[in-house]
Each structure stands twice: as structure tokens, then as C-alpha cells.
């Protein structure tokens, strides 16, 4: 199966920094999402975006799907922006997502 | 986007006794749904696939005589743990997905057993 690689593990910035966090895929995908899991473990839908770029208020992704990567960008983070972001995707018609491991994300005051 | 409603969202039960977790997808019809476990500070991993009108398809290493799965209409499936012990104490989600979109997911449901 599809194996996802997500990077980095872990990050820690300043309210107001921004950021890059990427999604490496062993594999073509078909459908690509990105998600904030919230403290009570609800998924919230960030982006589907097997290819090209989007964009979301302070946030947007990108998909070079012939490289199998993609990057979400956070800008001018804050406090409410943290949390554990994971990137997931599938191939072939189905939607049986493989997940990363996630980027657990701490922004501070 | 599509809505898709987990309940409950919180359960504890004793040993060996059964829990049933529903999912429903409430503004869509889902022919397959999909479970997913998650244990404290891991991802997400895949349980099994849950089909409309038939059996589901479970993900190696998944009991299916534990994890039984019923998809009994296009909008609700449901996930019973039997004979619950403590290490399947877990969040549970479920995920349903409109016609050519994206997936949604459940407000999940963590299952503690004492």
C-alpha cells in the first residue's frame, strides 16, 4: 500500500511566524486531503487538493503530483492554529486513506 | 461540506461487555464507509471498509468477530466492539464520502474499558 511520510514531526513557533508543512507519498495518489485534528480529535477538512494549489485564508497547499509531495503553508499563525495537522491520500477510486503520522503544531503568545 | 455524525462521542464500558458505535452521513447516501482507529498520539490507521447490502472488508490484523460492522442502509453503519477489553480502549472515527469529493469524517467516539 501507499506509504505517506509527513515532516516535520513536531514544531513549535512564534504567533505570527509562518510555516511549511510537507507530505511525501511512495506512491501516485488519486485523492490527497489535508486536516487539523482539534483537541476533542475531530478531523476538520483543510484541503482536497491531488494536484495544484489552493488556498484558504491564511492557509494554502500544494500538490506537485508527479513528484508525489505536497505542502501545506500556514502564514501568520496563531494560538488557534495548533494542533495536529495530517496529510492523507489514496489511490485508485476508493477513498481508504493512508494517513501520515502528523506535524503536531504548538504556535505561543 | 457533507456532514457525517458519530454517536457517542464518548463511552465507557466494562470488560467484556459489547459497545455499538454509529455513523451516519446526514445531507448524502454512502454505499462505503470507512472506520478508522486511533490510539493516543498515533495517526489514524484503517480498520476495515463498510459496504451497503454486504460484508465488510476488514484491514489485515483487524478482527473481524471483534469489530463487527453492519452498513444496513446508505446512511448509517454501525461498529460493535465485542467482548471489549481494556487495550481496545481507542478513539474510533468513521469517514463517509459524497459522490466525486473529498472525504468527511465523524466527530469520533473514545471508547474507554475498565
Known amino acids: 500500500g501507499i506509504q505517506v511520510e509527513q515532516s516535520p514531526p513536531d514544531l513549535i513557533l512564534q504567533e505570527g511566524a509562518n510555516s511549511t508543512l510537507r507530505c511525501n507519498f511512495s506512491d501516485s495518489v488519486n485523492n490527497l486531503q489535508w486536516f487539523h485534528q482539534n483537541p476533542w480529535g475531530q478531523l476538520i477538512n483543510l484541503f482536497y487538493?491531488?494536484?495544484g494549489t489552493k488556498q484558504n485564508g491564511r492557509l494554502s497547499a500544494t500538490t506537485v503530483a508527479t513528484e508525489r509531495y505536497s505542502l501545506l503553508y500556514i502564514s501568520s499563525s496563531q494560538t488557534t492554529d495548533s494542533g495536529v495537522y495530517f496529510c492523507?491520500?489514496?489511490?485508485?477510486?476508493?477513498?481508504?486513506?493512508?494517513f501520515g503520522k502528523g506535524t503536531l503544531l504548538t504556535v505561543n503568545p | 461540506g457533507a456532514v457525517v455524525s458519530q454517536h457517542p462521542s464518548r463511552v465507557i464500558c466494562k470488560s467484556g461487555t459489547s459497545v455499538k458505535i454509529e455513523c451516519r452521513s446526514l445531507d448524502f447516501q454512502a454505499t462505503t464507509m470507512f472506520w478508522y482507529r486511533q490510539f493516543p498520539k498515533q495517526s489514524l490507521m484503517l480498520m476495515a471498509t463498510?459496504?451497503?447490502?454486504?460484508?465488510?472488508?476488514?484491514e489485515q490484523g483487524v478482527e473481524k468477530d471483534k469489530f463487527l460492522i453492519n452498513h444496513a442502509s446508505l446512511t448509517l453503519s454501525t461498529l460493535t466492539v465485542t467482548s471489549a477489553h481494556p487495550e481496545d480502549s481507542s478513539f474510533y472515527i468513521c469517514?463517509?464520502?459524497?459522490?466525486?469529493?473529498?472525504?468527511?469524517f465523524g466527530q469520533g467516539t473514545r471508547l474507554t474499558v475498565v
Open positions: 492523507a491520500g489514496s489511490g485508485g477510486s476508493n477513498y481508504k486513506l493512508t
Open positions: 469517514s463517509a464520502t459524497p459522490v466525486n469529493t473529498e472525504a468527511f
Open positions: 487538493i491531488p494536484s
Open positions: 463498510s459496504n451497503e447490502g454486504s460484508k465488510a472488508t476488514y
